[in-house]
């Protein structure tokens, strides 16, 4: 559905007839053309699949994510009519918890201006850069308890900085970490607010205006799973208003097209999307991708199957 690195089409292209859907001009008429002869489709986590495509595809087997989250892929449609579905987890996990903390340092350390600060002269010219704010020590909430979210406060015990999660229910957690069930009072409680969580239909604007507002002006959002997760609306009004004192964010609604608000704001970290961008990881998830089709074309089982 979506361009892959060379190595990953190269693969793809050796294996089986492909068919690129993001390169097609007229793609009704590839869907027209060819829906009828196409098995297995291969997709991102930020691409997902519609359900117009899908009712073009009336043999499709498998639907192949390359990412973690399939809240773009019309599951119920692949349930319906037995079409497998995989995603590539754990191969990316401790990659965009990675991420997540660094995102959390960078903007409590102010390292983004910082660099310019230096860059442009300004040390030179005006002086030392201003006090930022401390990380370690600090409270941290984790909205989402999956795996990136356990990668994630392991990675934040080596700070020091104290962990309680929320979650569709209790989950055992390394260290025992205290489950507060609430978000509003998660958010009340926390300094660092980490959302982590898988995205659906369920879990839309989670993070809404009451949340970000107990986050409070001293608080900070970290998102790295989905814009739908929170309410951006809410989000922006608190990040202008100062309700909120800063976001750091990897995702955003009808990205890579910003709301501009964004764009004029001292108090946010934006990042593009790339939680699972390193080169390993992502040859990794190309890997785990190409492999579930295999083993689906041969009978086998599938390695990290979603339906
Ligand atoms: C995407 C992601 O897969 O894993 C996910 O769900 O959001 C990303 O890793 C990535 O954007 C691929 O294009």
């Not at 009072?185 to 839309?204: G, H, N, V, Y």
């Not at 704001?265 to 492999?291: I, W, Y």
Request: charged share 25%.
């Amino acid at each position: 559905m979506g361009p892959y690195p060379k190595w990953d089409e190269d693969a793809l292209d050796a294996k089986f007839t492909t068919h690129r859907y993001y390169e097609a001009d007229d793609k009704a008429a590839l869907l027209a053309e060819h829906g009828g002869t196409i098995r297995g489709l291969c997709t991102k986590g930020d691409l997902g699949v519609s359900r117009d495509v899908l009712e073009k595809l009336p043999n499709l087997e498998i639907i192949s994510v390359y990412g973690v989250g399939y809240d773009a892929v019309d599951i119920e449609f692949a349930r319906d009519h037995g079409v497998r579905v995989t995603n590539t987890p754990d191969v990316l996990t401790k990659e965009c918890a990675d991420l997540g903390v660094a995102m959390m340092l960078a903007q409590a350390r102010g390292m983004v201006p910082a660099e310019k600060w230096v860059r442009d002269g300004s040390w030179a010219k005006l002086g030392p850069f201003g006090l930022q704010t401390r990380a370690h020590g600090k409270r941290a909430g984790i909205l989402g308890m999956g795996r990136i979210g356990a990668e994630i406060a392991r990675r934040l015990a080596a700070f020091d900085i104290e962990v309680r999660y929320t979650n569709r229910s209790p989950r055992e957690t390394e260290g025992d970490l205290e489950f507060v069930a609430d978000p509003v009072q998660l958010a009340e409680w926390a300094d660092f607010l980490f959302i982590t969580l898988a995205a659906s239909a369920q879990t839309r604007h989670i993070v809404n205006r009451q949340v970000i507002e107990a986050l409070g002006p001293d608080g900070m959002l970290i998102n790295l799973s989905r814009a739908a997760n929170v309410d951006e609306a809410a989000l922006l009004d608190a990040l202008e208003s100062g309700a909120l004192g800063s976001a750091a964010l990897d995702v955003f609604e009808d990205e890579p097209h910003l709301d501009p608000r964004f764009l004029a704001l001292d108090n946010v970290l934006l990042q593009p999307h790339h939680a699972s961008a390193t080169l390993e990881t992502r040859k990794a998830m190309g890997q785990l991708m190409f492999d579930n089709l295999v083993a689906h074309f041969e009978g086998r089982d599938l390695l990290t199957p979603v339906v």
